[in-house]
């Protein structure tokens, strides 16, 4: 159940849910097949929909997701088990964003030409929808730290400890890149 992963991948909702991909992650580095298989089936939607929030469309984030799957099967091994596996996958798919994202920079695509794109492609009646599509496109265009943890705390509703954990930072630093990410979208819109 593809849908049913997205909640549970994302937020470790179970402790037991969070063992089972634990113990999936092992058994995949060394060497089983199936649970390899089985690990990406399970999480699959958990990176789309991440990829998705950081790029801000599907197509980026279809490539994002695309290339994590490929890429697991080479860096599965650097999963050590000290965190939840949703952790480090969150970590493995922002680091692809990335990777994209200088890809994209090395072809001349900037941030303001998606964004002008995108707004071109609504409807006037999406008002309240463009106005959402603009604050994250504005929150996406901010520095890597404070974009990261704007998207982390309101985009995927985690918390600060949770936060700092996935961006290996204390929570302090968190709540300074939330502030400073807030006075900078004040002035930006």
């Given amino acids: 159940m593809p849908g049913v992963a997205v909640a549970e991948a994302g937020s470790d909702i179970s402790s037991s849910r969070g063992e089972e991909m634990k113990a999936l992650a092992r058994d995949a580095i060394a060497g089983d097949r199936a649970a390899f298989g089985a690990l990406l089936e399970?999480?699959?939607?958990?990176?789309?929909?991440?990829?998705?929030?950081?790029?801000g469309n599907r197509e980026d984030a279809e490539d994002v997701a695309q290339d994590v799957c490929v890429k697991l099967s080479r860096i599965l091994k650097t999963y050590d088990g000290r965190a939840a596996f949703s952790?480090?996958?969150?970590?493995?798919?922002?680091?692809a964003v990335y990777d994209l994202q200088r890809f994209r920079m090395r072809q001349n695509k900037q941030a303001q030409e998606l964004k002008a794109t995108a707004m071109a492609q609504m409807a006037p009646s999406q008002e309240q929808s463009a106005l959402t599509s603009e604050l994250w496109a504005a929150v996406r265009a901010l520095p890597d730290r404070q974009r990261d943890a704007m998207l982390l705390v309101y985009g995927e509703?985690?918390?600060?400890a949770e936060v700092a954990q996935i961006m290996d930072c204390r929570e302090s630093t968190v709540s300074w890149h939330?502030?400073?990410?807030?006075?900078?979208?004040?002035?930006?819109l």
């Fill in 42 to 55: 399970a999480q699959y939607d958990f990176v789309f929909a991440t990829a998705f929030k950081w790029c």
């Fill in 87 to 95: 952790t480090w996958l969150y970590r493995v798919v922002i680091n």
């Fill in 157 to 160: 509703e985690k918390n600060h």
């Fill in 178 to 188: 939330v502030h400073a990410a807030k006075k900078a979208l004040k002035k930006l």
